[in-house]
């Protein structure tokens, strides 16, 4: 089932994809560790610590078990990892985030912004681990009802949404009270305004940076809750579904 050809293909690097403003996916060379150039702009980019060697379509049965796991996923926890009104304010400057480790399961945010005394923008860098994904980002309140705007990007840094930058993010949508209850990742992928959109509701391993932002004179407060999920053991029962992809 394996391939001896040394190629393979970049499991956890699909969304650095869209920072190269394509969702193609690309091979790598599994002995090198370095990826097709097709846009020579970007250069190599070394996978070889996520690269997973395959043929033919094992390597959509791959991504099959992957997905398989992924809807076994782990969601355990949940808990308020940063409100504003306790541990202070979060960064507004993109080339500083402030960096927030998630856990498996709930992660709640609590925060403000509005264009009241420089508080325009929040930004918050984010990993996603190994095997992790991350599977959710809840808007559990927003008020009062003034649209705002959120977007994600790929990296440790991020930049301030203007027309010049938009490019620069994976996606990219306005908000408001009406949005309350909803997972941002899935209308990143179906009412994103930037250039970009998600092409699918999950982010993979990798880093990130989220921002809101409320433009207007006022002071919008918002809850968001990151769901992240990590691998689970696999049982005998869930190997046995596993391997009947592979049949
Ligand atoms: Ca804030």
Redesign the pocket.
Known sequence: MVSSSGKGHCVTEKLKEYSMRTRRTRNCDFVSGKRDVVNAEWGWYDCSSVCVRHSGDVKMRTWAAFLFLLGMATTAGAGVIWD?SVNG??S?NPDAPTPITFSIGSNIIN???GNVSA?VR?YVAFNVGPLDTLTAINLLAYAPDNTGFCAINYGTTSVIPNGDTIGFFMAGLHISQADVGSNLLDLFVTRSVTIENLSDPYLVPGDYVFEIQQTSPLIVTYSLEFVLSGPVAVQPSTWGSIKALYR
Do not use: A, P
Request: charged fraction near 20%.
């Open positions: 504003e304010n979060l507004t925060g403000s912004c508080q929040d």
